[in-house]
């Protein structure tokens, strides 16, 4: 069993292109041997904003804290804490940090060796 | 795309024998098309717990409010809010909340068709 808090995980800058104020922390994933998905937690500066993109595999995503949106193609839905949101696979999607404060969420995806059809741009060793 | 918030989805008991005080809410499921892991909410009472149970697939789990403990067998893991616990499969485990408000968490669990070996005793339409 691993036992951890997430401010124990170091935080990393997403580099990806089109990526603005993001960080991601690995909390769980195939180097815990977690055997089907990983749970990623993601920190988006005011302001900030992850890639407009699309992949095959699904977000499963939970909003800890801040305000933002999750947009989906050109329509927006807007987020809080408590808000949940899947993304099916191929969905065009992006986030956003609209509050004051920072957009905290978690954003779990599938291991590809359990079918996803391709990875997640926004890596770290989680996928 | 689902977005919804999670006190829009109806908490429901959980009746299994040996939890005390236990609700779960099914944000993210097969319902929703999810294509491989469930994302469900459990809430217990103060002095509350899960069963003592075992079972083929993982739980990832992180914390969002409230103190307890995780039990890994009988060794004791506190958690606390932004603690993550990643329970494997096979391990017996129980959820206790310790605290004087209740404890609130989401664990995830793969989709029995994504290669679980047997499903959780903690059902809602979400397995």
């Known amino acids: 069993m691993k036992v951890v808090h997430c401010e124990q995980i170091e935080a990393a800058p997403v580099n990806m292109e089109g990526a603005v104020g993001c960080r991601i922390r690995c909390l769980i994933g195939p180097d815990d041997r977690a055997p089907s998905f990983s749970m990623r937690h993601f920190e988006i500066a005011p302001g900030g904003c992850t890639p407009k993109h699309t992949h095959?595999?699904?977000?499963?995503v939970f909003v800890l804290e801040g305000t933002g949106l999750v947009m989906e193609g050109d329509r927006e839905h807007p987020l809080r804490?408590?808000?949940?949101?899947l993304i099916p696979p191929g969905q065009e999607h992006q986030f956003r940090a609209t509050?004051?404060?920072p957009l905290k969420f978690l954003c779990l995806i599938p291991h590809p060796m359990r079918?996803?059809?391709d990875t997640c741009g926004l890596t770290c060793g989680c996928e």
């Open 56 to 60: 095959g595999h699904e977000h499963e």
């Open 81 to 85: 804490p408590g808000s949940v949101a």
């Open 99 to 101: 509050g004051p404060g």
């Open 115 to 117: 079918g996803a059809s």
